[in-house]
């Protein structure tokens, strides 16, 4: 058995950032054709991230999408970067986070939240002011 220094308690979500065109409604005069410029591709990145509320501590890393391979680097990166803790880590039930073959590095638990409560993760707060 190992014996850490600290158990930690992490929030853990992933959301997805992407440049794009709005588009909407516009007044013009009767007649006049609106021009609209359009971009019809978009640029995405996926951005993984951990906050711990007690200490105000986070841990962000840039992926090109979501999925159980991209979650599992995030948590081996995780890991490294804090080897001498436990770390227990509340994560929501998306399909990345139960994959079968998903390998969890030894000092860390997934501690899975209830289902359709995004509520309960204070690192849905950072989304909502990094995308504002």
């Not at 021009?35 to 840039?62: D, H, K, R």
């Not at 993760?121 to 002011?129: G, K």
């Amino acid at each position: 058995m190992v014996d850490y220094e600290w158990v930690r308690y992490w929030y853990q979500d992933e959301s997805r950032f992407r440049l794009h065109t709005e588009t909407g409604r516009v007044l013009i005069a009767p007649g006049v054709k609106p021009v609209g410029e359009v971009q019809w591709s978009f640029q995405a990145l996926w951005l993984y991230g951990a906050v711990e509320p007690m200490t105000g501590e986070s841990c962000f890393w840039e992926f090109s999408h979501l999925d159980s391979r991209c979650f599992e680097k995030y948590l081996e990166q995780f890991a490294a970067a804090y080897p001498r803790d436990l770390h227990v880590m509340q994560v929501d039930g998306a399909g990345a986070h139960r994959a079968g073959a998903l390998q969890v590095p030894e000092n860390v638990i997934l501690l899975f939240q209830p289902a359709y409560s995004p509520q309960v993760n204070p690192i849905e707060r950072c989304w909502e002011w990094l995308k504002s």
